[in-house]
């Protein structure tokens, strides 16, 4: 059973809008934080926003910082992260993943589980025109 299960990608154009689900298949209060990653074609995989479950306290890579938001819905065991503003350079496949607590005291996202078996099997977001 994946831990977490990604939807919400799709093809959409420059300055629109998208929000990405991530469903767990547990209770998110069992885990510390939960973070998006995404990985463009070609690149390694970066951090783009993480969430304290229990005070909802968010982090966000300085290239979306503005742009994305991060939301917990604890009753829903669902993290979502509302896209705006969308760019190009956004594209890439989309991971839901467990966060390390180091994340919030460095403020960049850090996955708890380095293996991405740990982690959901992503949703792809294309912004191209």
């Known amino acids: 059973q994946l831990p977490f299960v990604e939807s919400g990608g799709g093809l959409v154009q420059p300055g629109r809008s998208l929000r990405l689900s991530c469903a767990a298949s547990g209770f998110i209060s069992n885990y510390y934080g939960i973070g998006w990653f995404r990985q463009a074609p070609g690149k390694e995989h970066e951090g783009v926003s993480c969430i304290s479950i229990s005070d909802g306290s968010a982090v966000y890579a300085d290239s979306v910082k503005g742009r994305f938001t991060i939301l917990r819905d604890n009753a829903k065991n669902t993290v979502y992260l509302q896209m705006n503003s969308l760019k190009g350079d956004d594209t890439g496949v989309y991971y839901c993943?467990?966060?390390?607590?180091?994340?919030?005291?460095?403020?960049?996202?850090?996955?708890?589980?380095?293996?991405?078996?740990?982690w959901g099997k992503g949703t792809l977001v294309t912004v191209s025109s």
């Open positions: 993943a467990a966060v390390s607590p180091v994340a919030f005291v460095q403020g960049a996202c850090v996955a708890y589980y380095a293996d991405t078996d740990y």
